[in-house]
């Protein structure tokens, strides 16, 4: 434990592992209650909780602001860094951004009770796979308050209780959005306990929620690289993560110049900081724009690191040591390889990437087809910048985050993905010879 | 460890546990190779090498059956039961079902490259949804030998690598069968490393496979309660797995007093040794058949254990302990419970039932819809015998197990179980703006 922080509540005193963790299953088995509770509430009852959250948020505006105050206040004395002041630091419009998302989220099509395929058991029965809420979601997150009213209108929209930990950098903001948003639902029919916000920043309660399986159906952890691998080593409980966002974008010897020089352009310094920005561009060795595209990154204010074909590109660009190739810069740095041809290419990507979102240019489809087919990644593209790797730009409406694992869902997450489903039987008395 | 066993190779030495966990990586290293290899080969191919494989069996039988034999007079010397001896045995006709299985999974549908769905970017780019293979599954099974040709079938026909971990009573089986199935999959252009056996019973092998995360892609666990928590518990690796099979049939008070009778008998007395086997009978109060259909049930040579109310049903009704409605009895044993209507038949399964399967009987399709709707375990029948739990009965060719998780895939997996999904994203050079 590095920190030790206090419980925050009417008590100052300390709390026991053994406290922390019985407050944690309590509530998880509070949760549960409320989501049989949700899971069968129709899709215009949960929209219209959602806009009353919308609305209690909007209404609770100024004590939400005050209590933000009260983090950033904490956060500066604290020394927090101007980036990390920024993420939590909430305003008049962050605030009606929030408010306008969870409508965008009560807009969106209902999955739960979806009916999936229908087919014929061999004695006769009907067999329908039906789309169900997976149950109680737990979501662990570090210091954005905006995290507390996606994932709860996420959850509560596809039926599940939402189990919320979030930073102690926000932890005034956060308890005051979920008040606001469990007062707005409570006014239309939810139980209060379908969201929750674990009241204590001991960081026991994590270990807690990791450990309840049977009581927390899925975690779903979104912040830094550390928090992440924590929840993935600790968890008991299936975890939706995604680790790094190590993209590549793969220039072919058949790309038009002009979208490669975009498209890379675009890929790595749109924004820096997201996990879909491209971190490693492979340039065939066949493409005659390459000289240019470095060019124009390096003009952009991007730092090159390549290998020693990519350097014979630029004089500006650097030498790039083994673990640039493993590197999720996230920031205004890019590695460089020169490769021969697509399966080259292929290898380069299989050996180190973090199997988020890989893209191609080329104007030769059959180059195309096997890149897509062959490359294990999340998310293939071609000619698109990776920088697109977003459920909203996919259209999902929202995401609670983009996947990296094989299992259950991959690339962005939204309503479906924080889905189930169950086989319906339809007899007319059949035993079984 | 319980049991010390000496790695069975040239070598009698025992391995250290460094060296055991180096085997075991080596492996799926290898198998993930394999697997890039199997990820491209066409449906007809896979079907090809495994029919060759099947022929292998078939041609391999005298090995086979011989290697088996050993294994049987091993298990007699270790005084295993007369029903471990049975599951373990091998003869001619078992063999060719083994064979025949393998090609019935060579003829299913294959669910790689299949599309899932398809929509349109924000900014316009078609994004499609196709299914993959997993990768590399890893199976941790107990003493049936079929276990190794099935779960091998299935992982090449999805296109995955399996790295297997058998039991020690079915060692020379296993072997056998293993080295049948890699030569005739060879043949047809499988690598040989896309199935492997694990050489060692060292336990510390099963650790090994369970610490694999980045190599192993999941795990499916296929054996006892001890095996399958031991699996959940350590795995750093997602995990498909059933526990229990605590399934419940629920007598509505309008059902159909034959099809009741038929339908409890069938459920409970078929087999009583498969997860679908009913555990626990719900009796309506208002049903008016109830006295015959426990009748009938202890007439067929099932022990009852009731609660109250179930007892005043038939002196030979033993009482129930509050351990008898969490008990997977598997023997001809039945819990009985008189309900008062089909919310407190749900209120008792939510509070019970291990999430496996579950049954009403009614005339009543108002009843049975609600049923159907509300209890949220990953089978639910209406007017159907619990036993038909099971993916052959369900037309999925075969199954890999029945998963009783809430995440990935629920109830009978087959293929389609076995693969995840990649988005592919077809531009034509749109960078976000």
Redesign the interface.
């Known amino acids: 434990m590095e920190q030790t922080q206090t419980l925050e509540s009417a008590s100052t005193m300390e709390p026991q592992a053994a406290d922390v963790e019985r407050l944690v299953r309590d509530m998880a088995r509070a949760g549960r209650s409320a989501q049989?509770v949700l899971?069968?509430m129709s899709t215009a009852e949960k929209a219209a909780a959602l806009m009353a959250a919308a609305a209690a948020l909007r209404a609770d505006a100024p004590r939400i602001l005050s209590a933000n105050a009260q983090d950033i206040a904490a956060g500066e004395a604290r020394g927090l860094s101007g980036a990390m002041l920024d993420r939590l630091r909430l305003d008049a419009k962050r605030l009606e951004g929030i408010a306008a998302a969870i409508e965008n989220v009560a807009r969106l099509p209902d999955p739960v009770?979806q009916e999936i395929d229908r087919?014929?058991?061999?004695?006769g029965?009907v067999?329908v796979r039906r789309r169900?809420p997976?149950?109680l979601i737990g979501i662990i997150y570090e210091s954005r308050p905006n995290v507390t009213a996606d994932a709860a209108a996420l959850c509560v929209m596809s039926g599940n209780a939402a189990l919320l930990r979030g930073g102690s950098e926000a932890v005034h903001s956060n308890r005051a959005i979920a008040a606001a948003m469990a007062s707005g639902l409570a006014s239309a029919g939810v139980p209060a306990e379908a969201v929750q916000l674990i009241p204590t920043q001991d960081r026991e309660a994590v270990g807690a929620m990791l450990r309840a399986?049977g009581l927390v159906?899925?975690i779903v952890p979104r912040g830094g690289k550390s928090l992440v691998e924590r929840v993935?080593?600790d968890a008991?409980v299936?975890v939706?993560a995604h680790l790094d966002g190590i993209c590549h974008t793969y220039i072919h010897a058949a790309a038009?110049p002009a979208?490669a020089r975009?498209?890379a352009?675009?890929a790595k310094m749109?924004r820096t900081g997201i996990c879909g920005a491209m971190e490693t561009l492979l340039l065939d060795a066949a493409f005659p724009g390459s000289q240019d595209v470095v060019g124009a990154l390096i003009d952009a204010g991007c730092e090159l690191r390549g290998d020693a074909r990519a350097q014979a590109l630029d004089p500006r660009i650097t030498p790039a040591t083994p673990e640039d190739w493993n590197t999720e810069y996230l920031d205004a740095i890019l590695s460089v390889a020169v490769v021969d041809g697509v399966e080259a290419a292929m290898e380069h990507i299989?050996r180190h990437s973090s199997g988020h979102t890989e893209?191609i240019v080329t104007q030769d489809q059959a180059v195309a087809d096997r890149f897509?087919?062959?490359v294990?990644?999340?998310?293939?593209?071609?000619?698109?910048?990776t920088?697109?790797a977003d459920g909203?730009?996919?259209?999902l409406g929202a995401e609670i985050g983009i996947a990296t694992?094989?299992?259950?869902a991959?690339?962005?997450v939204a309503l479906e993905g924080l889905t189930?489903?169950?086989?319906?039987?339809?007899?007319?008395?059949?035993?079984?010879a």
Chains 1, 2 share one sequence.
Do not use: C
């Open positions: 049989r899971a069968r009770g087919s014929e058991a061999l004695a029965m067999l169900i997976i149950g399986a159906d899925m993935q080593n008991r299936p939706l038009d979208m975009a498209l352009l675009n749109r299989a893209a897509l087919a062959e294990d990644s999340a998310i293939v593209m071609h000619n698109a910048s920088q697109f909203g730009e996919f259209g694992g094989r299992l259950h991959r690339g962005p189930t489903y169950k086989w319906q039987v339809l007899g007319n008395g059949q035993t079984r």
